[in-house]
């Protein structure tokens, strides 16, 4: 946060499996919810998928730069 208020950009990587811990990180913060499909997740790993994601990733059917252009037009939109 402090980072941010002096007007750098911050980024950080957080793994929520659950809506609720996504809901709490929402009312501290103003991310970007970014899901990543695919993966192995098992009976010993729950996760939930989200609801509304900002961003679908789908690395079984786009090339990484396809997923990079997707993730860079959601941070930083063009203006028509």
Do not use: C
């Not at 997740?41 to 730069?65: A, V, W």
């Amino acid at each position: 946060k402090v980072f941010f208020n002096q007007g750098h950009n911050v980024v950080v990587s957080v793994i929520a499996p659950f809506d609720d811990i996504r809901s709490k990180i929402s009312e501290i913060a103003n991310p970007y919810w970014i899901y990543v499909s695919g993966g192995e997740f098992g009976p010993d790993t729950p996760y939930e998928i989200p609801k509304n994601p900002d961003l679908i990733i789908n690395p079984d059917e786009e090339s990484i730069m396809k997923s990079l252009e997707k993730i860079l037009q959601t941070l930083f939109p063009t203006s028509p």
